[in-house]
């Protein structure tokens, strides 16, 4: 078999990125879940109407408390929402994501779902559809609101944030605004359930007890804290309906 290196071919890109991340000390590996196993019989495709239905059963029972406290962008007691916004590219799934910008003052570089904390007055959906707007340019009108995960909160300052997802009709056209986001990334559902992909680690909390922390190590950025989380349940529960 040949090398592709030596024939000139560009060696495989890789995975996981820049980001900064507080290991506490004691910090191990977890099992995972059970669609993380490189034994699980994955679907090789997702699509969107995959996990519509998966979002339309009852959240499945889990041994992971999905309101645990979280790391999250936003450092304030004001709640926040976001959203997970999914569309079909040639029949597969894809989930927008976004990195930070390195103008922002906090978690910059890290990669999350577009949304922000609300405004005086303002409905969580409300919020998520206008920093969504905001932050890449994604009209709301074409967003159908399909479900929501778990609501999470911070580890620094407990403020909530609640999670919608959304169906895009087709893949948007979509601008980062650079006060807020570097980049946006397109990240298909079915990578981040492969084995290469994601991995568990567990930390140290306090009270000594041990916090599930979800990690995905995509091609130059690795997705972790309540994006990893959010994600998790999102496979979780798409796993629980067609694994």
Same mark, same amino acid.
């Given at each position: 078999?040949?090398? @592709? =290196?030596?024939?000139? +071919?560009?060696?495989?890109? %890789?995975?996981?990125? *820049?980001?900064?991340? @507080?290991?506490?000390?004691?910090?191990?590996?977890?099992?995972?879940?059970?669609?993380?196993?490189?034994?699980?019989?994955? *679907?090789?495709?997702?699509?969107?109407?995959?996990?519509?239905?998966?979002?339309?059963? @009852?959240?499945?029972?889990?041994?992971?408390?999905?309101?645990?406290?979280?790391?999250?962008?936003?450092?304030?007691?004001?709640?926040?929402?976001?959203?997970?916004?999914?569309?079909? #590219?040639?029949?597969?799934?894809?989930?927008?994501?976004?990195?930070?910008?390195?103008?922002?003052?906090?978690?910059?570089?890290?990669?999350?779902?577009?949304?922000?904390?609300?405004?005086?007055?303002?409905?969580?959906?409300?919020? =998520?559809?206008?920093?969504? #707007?905001?932050?890449?340019?994604?009209?709301? +009108?074409?967003?159908?609101?399909v479900g929501q995960l778990?609501? !999470?909160?911070?580890?620094?300052?407990?403020?909530?944030?609640?999670?919608?997802?959304?169906?895009?009709?087709?893949?948007?056209? !979509?601008?980062?605004?650079? +006060?807020?986001?570097?980049?946006v990334l397109l990240v298909?559902?079915?990578?981040? &359930?492969? *084995?290469?992909?994601?991995?568990?680690?567990? &930390?140290?909390? *306090?009270? %000594?007890?041990?916090?599930?922390?979800?990690?995905?190590?995509?091609?130059?950025?690795?997705? &972790?804290?309540?994006?990893?989380?959010?994600?998790?349940?999102?496979?979780?529960?798409?796993?629980?309906?067609?694994?």
């Amino acid at each position: 078999m040949s090398d @592709p =290196a030596a024939a000139g +071919s560009p060696p495989p890109a %890789a995975r996981g990125g *820049p980001q900064r991340i @507080p290991r506490p000390p004691g910090w191990r590996l977890g099992a995972g879940p059970e669609w993380a196993r490189p034994d699980a019989r994955r *679907p090789g495709r997702v699509d969107v109407a995959m996990i519509r239905s998966a979002l339309a059963r @009852p959240l499945p029972p889990t041994q992971d408390d999905a309101t645990l406290p979280v790391e999250l962008p936003s450092q304030s007691r004001r709640p926040a929402a976001v959203l997970c916004a999914l569309y079909d #590219d040639d029949g597969d799934a894809h989930v927008v994501l976004t990195r930070r910008s390195g103008r922002m003052r906090t978690h910059t570089g890290e990669v999350s779902f577009p949304g922000g904390r609300l405004e005086e007055g303002e409905e969580p959906l409300a919020a =998520a559809l206008r920093e969504a #707007d905001e932050e890449i340019g994604l009209d709301p +009108s074409l967003v159908e609101i399909v479900g929501q995960l778990s609501p !999470l909160s911070t580890l620094t300052s407990r403020a909530g944030i609640t999670p919608f997802v959304g169906v895009l009709p087709a893949r948007p056209a !979509l601008r980062a605004n650079p +006060s807020e986001v570097e980049a946006v990334l397109l990240v298909p559902v079915v990578e981040l &359930w492969d *084995p290469a992909v994601f991995h568990e680690e567990l &930390w140290p909390r *306090p009270d %000594a007890a041990l916090h599930p922390v979800n990690f995905f190590d995509l091609v130059g950025d690795t997705v &972790w804290g309540a994006t990893g989380r959010m994600l998790r349940e999102l496979l979780d529960r798409l796993w629980a309906a067609v694994g």
